[in-house]
């Protein structure tokens, strides 16, 4: 299972920082991966990172402003979201895949076994 959290509210140029809590079967290795769906839009890529944390992947319209990590002590993933813009009001979800091996991870949602339950992010303008 997966839990989300940390949305919120932000004026543009704002900062959020996204968690992911896994539980349950977590001894076994899997990538994560986070996407987002604004209103009317299909759920797209945001960014994912494999299970060593040595391969991760970004979004064009996010890169150099949002980081991706992973603490698998914690067994939680993170999402840092900086320069916030409106365009990136959406549900963010995180999910995770057991089958990309150590060193990778899909930046498609089929892959994707598990999915949290989604936090809103919305950034005014």
């Known amino acids: 299972q997966l839990q989300a959290s940390g949305g919120g509210l932000v004026p543009a140029g704002g900062s959020l920082r996204l968690s992911c809590a896994a539980s349950?079967?977590?001894?076994?290795?899997?990538?994560m991966g986070w996407f987002r769906q604004a209103p009317g839009k299909e759920r797209e890529f945001v960014a994912a990172?494999?299970?060593?944390?040595?391969?991760?992947y970004y979004a064009h319209f996010v890169k150099g402003r949002f980081t991706i990590s992973r603490d698998n002590a914690k067994n939680t993933g993170y999402l840092q979201m900086n320069s916030l813009k409106p365009e990136d009001t959406a549900v963010y979800y995180c999910?995770?895949?057991?089958?990309?091996?150590?060193?990778?991870?899909?930046?498609?949602?089929?892959?994707?076994?598990?999915w949290g339950q989604g936090t809103q992010v919305t950034v005014s303008s």
């Open positions: 999910a995770a895949d057991r089958d990309s091996g150590l060193y990778y991870a899909p930046t498609v949602d089929t892959p994707y076994d598990y």
């Open positions: 349950g079967r977590t001894s076994s290795s899997y990538a």
């Open positions: 990172i494999s299970w060593t944390g040595g391969s991760t």
